[in-house]
């Protein structure tokens, strides 16, 4: 028998019965199809439906990030649809990267994700080639993108997203409190106070990843694609480990954030210790929720290794039970699906099928209808 989840809210009427017949079937497939323990692809609106995502009240959407094989950005409905006969379920959201490297809108891996049924969320990434962690600035030095440097990119990026109209959830310079990418604090005066507000110290690399972030959302937003969602998205603890380099120092303000975004890893390294999924997400999970309350909150990338003895099935297990019942402002959640060898020839191997025990953990974790197969809409509102 298969059960599939209702929801909550109705979307309002459209302006033209042409548009409120495409809303009204792209709804009620959603209805038919979400949370059911197999479904068909549902695509998106065209550009032309001018709709809006709505984040669920009562469950979640299911998401991944693909092991695509070259690179983050090469998506392919091939790997997504095999991932899906893997696991069982239909995937809401799939998270990939596009880096400024690229120098281009990914527009053909929109059309993938968008054919496919899904809602996409881009890492768009100020990182040049070869992308390579553990590094300082790049020639997208934050420095050189607010004096202007990169406005034509930014502009023609902005031109394009407009174009494609549909939804887009973007998180730009992601997991800023860490050391591992070249936009993050650290590399832009770190703890250097320059300033007071509230009676609280301004430090130097937050406000400044603080004023690049209003900086490109305002040139996005002034070409006018107003189809983006904008996430803060945080890594689940700050590297180094000091007050300077809390999410909140980070913070750029409610009007420039639309979602809240965590990356929450278990053991990735074979150095490293094995924790379970609360132990890693309690922390990062009640500091962001402070930034706003009221803002959906979306687990963007989360997952873990297989290191026997450890036991990565009930790991999963919990975490899929905690987000829904000890983390309850999750809306979606994007699970790592890749496996890489490290310098030092050890394998970070997250696959959700890194052993028979994991994925039938994964599988059944996915089949309860709380966890949302499709995305939803309702139509925009048309702006003067």
Known sequence: MITCISYVDEPPSLATASQRGIAVATILLALLLAGCSRSEPVPAPSKNDRVEVVMPKDGAYLGAYVDFGFGEGNVTREAVTAFEQMTGKHLAVIAFGNFWGEQAFPAKTLEI?????????????????????????????????LAGKWDGYIDQWADA???????????????????WFPWAGYYYGADKVVGQKD???????????????????DRVRARGADNILW??????????????NDMANYYPGPDYVDWLGLSVYGQMLKSEEWSAFADVMDNAYAEICQLDRDKPVIVAEWGVGEFPPHDKAAFISKAFADMKTRYT?????????????????????????????A??????????????????????PTRP
């Open 231 to 244: 996430g803060f998205h945080a890594n689940h603890y700050g590297l180094p480990h000091k007050p300077w």
């Open 113 to 145: 994700v968008s054919a496919y049924g899904a809602l996409p969320i881009i890492f768009w990434s100020p990182w040049d080639r070869p992308y390579e962690e553990d590094h300082g600035p790049d020639r997208f030095d934050l420095r050189d993108i």
């Open 199 to 217: 009676g609280r110290p301004l430090y130097a690399g937050p406000e400044y990843v603080k004023q690049v972030y209003r900086y490109v959302v």
């Open 161 to 179: 997203a407009r174009q494609y109209g549909k939804p887009l959830l973007v998180s730009w310079c992601l997991e800023m409190n860490g050391l």
């Open 359 to 380: 994925l039938e953990a994964y599988q059944r974790a996915v089949a309860d209808p709380f966890w949302i197969a499709t995305p939803q809409y309702r139509a925009r």
């Open 329 to 357: 402002r999750v809306r979606a959640a994007v699970y790592w699906h890749e496996s890489w060898e490290n310098k030092d020839e050890t394998i970070s191997n997250l696959y959700v099928n890194s052993s028979p025990a």
